[in-house]
């Protein structure tokens, strides 16, 4: 493995798995990740621009044994109004990828077009 890169996996919302390099130099969070590999339709994630102020990012962490950071106040709230949460849920655009992250297994929440 390249210095500076963690594997993630990350399957998108057909279903399909996708093993990904994702930087750990550059400050990317999730959702970043998955817009660069085009891994989710344009607008249909990230539409608040990581803000923690939609839940298009929504993912579930299949992996219970990763350190995640701990869930801000404005995540929180949002996975409160968000369709399809589940316990794993996070918001993408909240979870920076850092080395402690390799081997990090996501799953896209379905999408939901808000009115």
Do not use: W
């Amino acid at each position: 493995m390249e210095e500076n890169t963690i594997k993630v996996t990350i399957i998108d919302r057909e279903g399909k798995e996708h093993q990904v390099d994702a930087p750990t130099d550059m400050n990317m969070n999730l959702m970043e990740l998955v817009r660069a590999y085009e891994l989710a339709p344009e607008g249909t994630i990230g539409i608040c621009g990581g803000m923690a102020m939609c839940a298009s990012c929504q993912c579930y962490v299949k992996n219970e044994d990763l350190p995640l950071p701990e869930m801000s106040e404005d995540e929180e709230d949002m996975l409160d109004q968000a369709f399809n949460v589940e316990n794993n849920s996070r918001l993408g655009c909240q979870i920076f990828l850092k080395e402690e992250l390799d081997g990090l297994e996501i799953e896209l929440a379905p999408f939901v077009e808000e009115d």
